[in-house]
């Protein structure tokens, strides 16, 4: 499936003006999940190139906390059983122009089976401080924001 990672710069351009012209904004959520051992869970993805933290869009009729919980279970196989934190708000307007991204993090969970088909390459378990070196910037500054208290930064 890492084909996709050839052929997405082609097909960003037309995915990022489908989304404007049926949405207009767009909504994303990232989860930021820890183990016993206080390692971050990251995925990488089979069309873009760098570890993330799990995540995606939010649906229509859906709330940001559902999609957030929607995605865990699609992703990464995370089955979350409590209440989930709003750690913080960030434009994409670098990247996809009118869309945010909502932080959160989860503080209990179990793992379960992930439904993602083709969509996630690896998923894998680090230390914030060993995080690998091609950890995507926006994703490697909030686990900086919420691990190491660096101060927030609005864009993603």
Known sequence: MLWRRRVEPFTRPLVYAWFRFRRGLTLGVRGVVTD???????VQHTYIHGWCLPGGGVERGETAE???????????????IGPVTLVSVHSNERHHPGDHVLVYRVHAWEPCASSAQGEIHQVGWFHPDALPDDVTPGN???IAEVFQAADPDPMW
């Open 66 to 80: 559902t999609a957030v919980i929607r995605e865990l279970q699609e992703e990464a196989g995370v089955r979350v």
């Open 140 to 142: 490697r500054r909030r």
């Open 36 to 42: 016993d051992e206080g390692r971050v869970l990251l």
